[in-house]
């Protein structure tokens, strides 16, 4: 195969994951059922989502247990399940049966989470623990940052999918294009040994179309701007539109890529 024929490979169709916990948030700000998780996550789908993402937190800030079993119940689309790596979290993944685990670092006083999972020198504890997940058929994602060294160790623990974290690139402007780079350089590497790669944190209008644009990057996963954006847009109009941005952005890369 040319060098064309390779590129043109690499340009897959690119999913939009939205991330409903923060329609939780809100609704847990005042108690009761208002707004409800599982209609923002029907709603999405219809607005042009691929997936639905939830994040079940071991202190509850956000999503539920029964939010969890009600969405799985309630969507056709794949269901991304956020979980840290604990034995209570594997066991209830197991019992939801997501269509895939993405385990992510967890701590009690972090405002979200603030970056990838440690993979290098926890390849044992982590395949022992998140193996009873692959046996049950549901596919295994690591949250992690962009670097060789993590792709590599999740590969060797059986990982489906590296998910990197776009935080950094998000929020440091004057260090955007070198976190950039770091990204694609990493997005081609898992890309070279087999394993597929989502990428998410942070994203916006504004920030999306450089991720998008990178071929080998299969899934963005997408929520507190898309659930923010929605108060004054409404979420069906705001994910549409972060539909339209992320698909002119991947159809102007390929274009560039096969003049």
Known sequence: MNDEGILLHQFKPLRLGVNIDHVATLRNARGGVHPDPVAAAMLAIKGGADGITAHLREDRRHIRDDDIAAIRQAIDAPLNFEMAA??????????????????VPERREEVTTEGGLAVVGHEDRLADMLGPLKQAGIRLSLFIEANPADIDAAKAIGADIVELHTGRYCHDAAGRLAELARIENAA???????????????????????????????????????????????????????????????????KRTIR
């Open 86 to 103: 604990t034995d209570e979290m594997v066991a209830i993944a197991i019992k939801t049966k997501p269509n895939a685990a993405c385990i």
């Open 188 to 254: 081609r590497h898992s890309w070279s040994i087999g394993i597929e790669t989502h990428a998410g944190h942070g994203l916006g209008f504004n920030t999306v179309g450089a991720i998008a644009a990178i071929a080998e990057i299969e899934e963005l996963n997408i929520g507190h701007f898309l659930i923010g954006e929605s108060v004054f847009c409404g979420l069906e109009a705001t994910i549409a539109k972060m539909r339209r941005v992320m698909d002119a952005a991947r159809t102007d890369a390929q």
